[in-house]
């Protein structure tokens, strides 16, 4: 069950309350994540809590009812310029005493038809209309031609009307009564077929065709769609009847995040159509949100379709392992929206972000992708970005160390910095509630009493804003880790100390449990309101200088639109311009703009790179120059100058930008390659041509797919010098087995020289592979057979659980066990995500009392899946894991 699901029934237990100390140490949970639980249940009703110390909880005895929420209200919400349609729509459903006739405006393709249904679900959800209340459906334009035939649709025939009338024909109008009739492209109905509507929609009465004397009654709700300008294409006496008139937007009226939610919304119907999950790359997203979309809705809808229909053929004729859909494979007009888009790029941001490869549709989820649009990253944020770069990068321990704790002190550097720009802290109660502020003066007395001095106005800012957001996160449940948390307690000892009773009063005063890792990021606020030294003056001025006549230019000009600033200059050079007359207009400009802060400077060739040391001389400013200039060099410099980085900052992340285009040429080139790898070393004394004959055996003998093993051949210099070899191999691939004429390495499988030549261990050797490759698929297993959770990104989870276990006990799963093990924690996981129930384990205290040791293991790993997927796995469960873990191992425990 979900972790709040178990908190709320571990709290029925308590008759009389509990606390959340007591409900997390009952649950073996951590006490923030219990408080933070218990206090969305109180949100909710479930729960109420005491307003005394300390705070009991209990559960609700009246439970509060789900306000239930309308389909056109969640449709107005994704679609703000129809809010004031939808408002229409509802007034006249519920306009007595049976609603008001409605005519929808709209070019072709806006969704007047789809509009018309919600209406109708509308009215059904309000009960102005019974439940099974038909929506009729006819389309005006097909027997535009034949007025006759028009109306005995609509109205219904008598027998013998016509010529070939032989039996009484029911009209739409009766198949609609006490339903709705939605007449599309009404403006086709025959003045004369309006006429007969007069008399139906006044009274409520009609004849079928051919009927002189009965008359026969509806009651109908009409709404009528129309592409023309209902003054010139309708009876004025058929107008003056329809009082509700809706306009429909075309798309191109429409907001980039409601054509967003279009085309999200449309993806997620595929998805439940096919069953199946759909991946979109984010640049076909962009595509789709920018191109020319003549047609409107209706295009838009189907061209998502053939999309989808592509992509599943591909993947349906096995050229594809999933439903994904990458821009490459749009038809061009499609792909022209790639370029575009740019007067869109913020809300873009907005909605997806800048490091997103792809949306993932499915059934079970949203399909949008919003994120909150913070004006500043906060420190979580930033450390969470630079971890993910680092080890992207592949950056060693210390130097990983190294690099976070400078990221950590320039941000602070900076954050102190800005907060003095900001001189209007008066606004500061408009945007934090007083509770907060009343703690932060709290606080800012006992420091300045604790260590003798008197803090700044910085310090009271800049605590605000960050203590603020770092509640926010904590009632969220969202981590806080601080890397540098050892070194800033050694370091700045003294305010560490202070720190931590400041963590002290937070939790008194406000009812919260803060990690202690916070105490390293307030501390740092009290150590850099001392360091008056550390100051960023000015930005760092970045400036492009390219051969041509508008090169340069054209190049800052996309950085300075695209980031939304006016920071980044560009200087142009013609060719036959001399360089010295370039250098000569670019210390113009320095002047006339009083530059006086250090300068990033990027060309392209030639002597433009010694322009920055006639500077240096010139204006005593310091430069950096990076030559071979393109524009995203422009960007990223501009990037990093705007958010307030150092100059060698600047420097080193332009540089980077190599990098980072030679690692998307391999990632593109490797996006087939699977992350872990298999290896078989084959060892021999007499040279390494015998190991590579060993190998070439191998190779004839065994069915493997080259991509995920490697056959590796060595020759034997020392016992010491093969083993430090394998281990090398081993922490980039897993090795299988060692083919040698005597034993190297225990804990690996071996096989004898002779067992290959003979053949006898080729058919174990074989089963191996198949086992471990079975197992290095899981995670495409897991992804086909899990809805509610991403199986690629669980089965790296539980390898990483399985692989603490078996560390933990000094043990090694079998791998044909280790398959079912991983499959079975894959559907727990989703089963208890989806708060289906747990079968009981037969003899459960038993059982862990019999295994103790390896239930505190299994246990203890849980804890990360239980936060991860905000879950809680009962003991039942752990039984069931432990099982496995006995069947694939020998061992005791």
């Known amino acids: 069950m979900k972790r709040i699901d178990a908190i709320y029934e571990k709290l029925k237990e308590y008759e009389k309350g509990a606390t959340a100390i007591e409900v997390a140490e009952a649950l073996d949970l951590s006490r923030a994540n219990v408080s933070s639980d218990l206090n969305k249940l109180c949100?909710?009703?479930?729960?109420?809590?005491?307003?005394?110390?300390?705070?009991?909880?209990?559960?609700?005895?009246?439970?509060?009812?789900?306000?239930?929420?309308?389909?056109?209200?969640?449709?107005?919400?994704?679609?703000?310029?129809?809010?004031?349609?939808?408002?229409q729509a509802k007034a006249a459903v519920l306009y007595p005493p049976k609603g008001m006739n409605i005519l929808i405006l709209g070019d072709t393709?806006?969704?007047?038809?789809?509009?018309?249904?919600?209406?109708?679900?509308?009215?059904?959800?309000t009960k102005k209309l019974q439940n099974n209340a038909p929506f009729v459906t006819f389309n005006c334009a097909d027997y535009a031609n034949n007025p006759q035939l028009l109306i005995s649709q609509l109205f219904g025939t008598k027998k013998g009307a016509y010529t070939g009338a032989d039996s009484d024909k029911q009209g739409l109008i009766e198949k609609a009564d006490v339903g709705v009739l939605f007449l599309d492209e009404v403006h086709r109905l025959p003045p004369e077929g309006q006429e007969i509507f007069f008399t139906f929609m006044d009274k409520g009465i009609y004849r079928r065709l051919g009927e002189t004397e009965q008359e026969?009654?509806?009651?109908?709700?009409?709404?009528?769609?129309?592409?023309?300008?209902?003054?010139?294409?309708?009876?004025?006496?058929?107008?003056?009847?329809?009082?509700?008139?809706?306009?429909?937007?075309?798309?191109?009226?429409?907001?980039?995040?409601?054509?967003?939610?279009?085309?999200?919304?449309?993806?997620?119907?595929?998805?439940?159509?096919?069953?199946?999950?759909?991946?979109?790359?984010?640049?076909?997203?962009?595509?789709?949100?920018?191109?020319?979309?003549?047609?409107?809705?209706?295009?838009?809808?189907?061209?998502?379709?053939?999309?989808?229909?592509?992509?599943?053929?591909?993947?349906?004729?096995?050229k594809k392992g999933e439903i994904k859909i990458n821009s490459s494979e749009l038809p061009i007009y499609i792909r022209e929206g790639l370029y575009k888009e740019t007067e869109h790029r913020q809300i873009w941001n907005k909605l997806i972000g800048f490091n997103k490869r792809y949306c993932i549709f499915n059934k079970n989820n949203e399909g949008i992708l919003f994120q909150e649009d913070n004006s500043e990253d906060t420190i979580y944020d930033m450390i969470a970005m630079r971890v993910h770069?680092?080890?992207?990068?592949?950056?060693?321990?210390?130097?990983?160390?190294?690099?976070?704790?400078?990221?950590?002190?320039?941000?602070?550097?900076?954050?102190?910095?800005?907060?003095?720009?900001?001189?209007?802290?008066?606004?500061?109660?408009?945007?934090?509630?007083?509770?907060?502020?009343?703690?932060?003066?709290?606080?800012?007395?006992?420091?300045?009493e604790r260590l003798k001095r008197v803090l700044s106005q910085k310090v009271y800012f800049g605590l605000a804003a960050h203590l603020a957001n770092a509640i926010e996160r904590v009632n969220r449940s969202k981590k806080i880790i601080n890397p540098q948390l050892n070194r800033i307690r050694s370091d700045h000892s003294e305010e560490f100390s202070v720190a931590l009773e400041c963590l002290n009063i937070i939790e008194r005063t406000l009812d919260i449990t803060m990690p202690i890792d916070e105490a390293g990021f307030i501390a740092l606020f009290l150590v850099y309101d001392e360091k008056e030294s550390i100051k960023y003056e000015e930005e760092v001025k970045v400036?492009?200088?390219?051969?041509?006549?508008?090169?340069?230019?054209?190049?800052?000009?996309?950085?300075?639109?695209?980031?939304?600033?006016?920071?980044?200059?560009?200087?142009?050079?013609?060719?036959?311009?001399?360089?010295?007359?370039?250098?000569?207009?670019?210390?113009?400009?320095?002047?006339?703009?009083?530059?006086?802060?250090?300068?990033?400077?990027?060309?392209?060739m030639g002597s433009l790179t010694t322009f920055g040391e006639e500077l240096e001389k010139e204006f005593s400013i310091k430069t950096r120059t990076i030559p071979l200039v393109s524009t995203l060099h422009v960007l990223e410099a501009a990037r990093k100058s705007m958010l307030g980085c150092s100059l060698e900052q600047v420097y080193k992340e332009t540089l980077n930008v190599n990098s980072l285009i030679e690692q998307n040429i391999s990632q593109t080139q490797d996006l087939n390659n699977f992350e872990d790898k298999m290896a078989i070393i084959t060892v021999c004394t007499t040279g390494e041509g015998s190991a590579r004959t060993i190998k070439e055996l191998l190779e004839k003998n065994l069915r493997y797919d080259s991509n995920l093993l490697e056959i590796i051949p060595f020759n034997l210099v020392s016992r010491e010098s093969i083993n430090s070899r394998i281990k090398a191999i081993s922490r980039e691939k897993n090795i299988l087995c060692i083919v040698s004429s005597f034993d190297i390495n225990k804990q690996i499988k071996h096989f004898g020289l002779h067992e290959i030549i003979s053949g006898a261990a080729i058919?174990?050797?074989?089963?191996?592979?198949?086992?471990?490759?079975?197992?290095?698929?899981?995670?495409?297993?897991?992804?086909?057979?899990?809805?509610?959770?991403?199986?690629?990104?669980?089965?790296?989870?539980?390898?990483?659980?399985?692989?603490?276990?078996?560390?933990?006990?000094?043990?090694?799963?079998?791998?044909?066990?280790?398959?079912?093990?991983?499959?079975?924690?894959?559907?727990?996981?989703?089963?208890?995500?989806?708060g289906d129930s747990v079968i009981g384990f037969q003899g459960k205290e038993e059982y862990i009392k019999a295994n103790p040791q390896l239930y505190k293991a299994v246990k203890r790993a849980c804890n990360e899946l239980n936060e991860k997927y905000d879950i809680y796995i009962l003991s039942d469960e752990i039984c069931y894991i432990m099982s496995y873990f006995k069947m694939g191992n020998q061992n005791s425990y």
């Open 216 to 318: 026969r009654r509806a009651t109908v709700l009409i709404i009528c769609a129309t592409t023309e300008n209902p003054e010139s294409a309708l009876l004025r006496t058929f107008t003056r009847r329809i009082p509700m008139v809706i306009k429909i937007p075309s798309l191109g009226e429409r907001s980039v995040e409601e054509r967003f939610n279009l085309i999200s919304g449309f993806f997620k119907e595929e998805s439940t159509r096919l069953e199946r999950e759909i991946k979109v790359s984010v640049n076909s997203m962009r595509a789709f949100l920018s191109y020319d979309c003549t047609n409107n809705i209706g295009q838009l809808k189907t061209d998502i379709q053939l999309a989808c229909a592509k992509a599943y053929a591909d993947f349906a004729a096995g």
């Open 109 to 125: 393709g806006v969704g007047k038809s789809m509009f018309a249904s919600l209406i109708h679900k509308y009215a059904l959800e």
């Open 43 to 87: 949100e909710e009703g479930r729960v109420s809590k005491s307003s005394g110390r300390p705070v009991v909880f209990s559960v609700s005895k009246d439970q509060p009812t789900e306000r239930f929420t309308f389909t056109i209200d969640k449709f107005s919400k994704l679609n703000e310029s129809l809010f004031t349609a939808v408002e």
């Open 543 to 604: 400036v492009v200088i390219a051969h041509g006549s508008n090169t340069a230019t054209s190049m800052a000009e996309v950085a300075n639109k695209l980031l939304g600033i006016n920071h980044v200059i560009g200087i142009n050079a013609p060719l036959e311009e001399k360089p010295q007359q370039v250098l000569q207009r670019l210390k113009v400009v320095i002047r006339e703009n009083n530059i006086a802060s250090d300068m990033m400077i990027l060309v392209d």
């Open 763 to 834: 058919e174990e050797i074989q089963q191996l592979i198949d086992v471990e490759a079975t197992y290095m698929k899981m995670g495409d297993t897991l992804k086909n057979q899990l809805k509610a959770i991403d199986g690629a990104e669980v089965f790296k989870d539980i390898k990483t659980f399985i692989t603490e276990i078996e560390e933990k006990l000094n043990i090694k799963m079998d791998r044909e066990v280790l398959i079912g093990t991983t499959l079975h924690i894959g559907c727990m996981i989703e089963r208890l995500k989806k």
């Open 389 to 448: 770069e680092l080890k992207a990068k592949g950056v060693k321990e210390n130097d990983f160390e190294r690099e976070i704790g400078r990221d950590i002190e320039d941000y602070f550097a900076k954050y102190i910095y800005n907060v003095s720009k900001r001189t209007d802290i008066s606004s500061l109660e408009n945007i934090i509630s007083p509770e907060i502020i009343s703690v932060i003066k709290h606080i800012m007395t006992f420091s300045e």
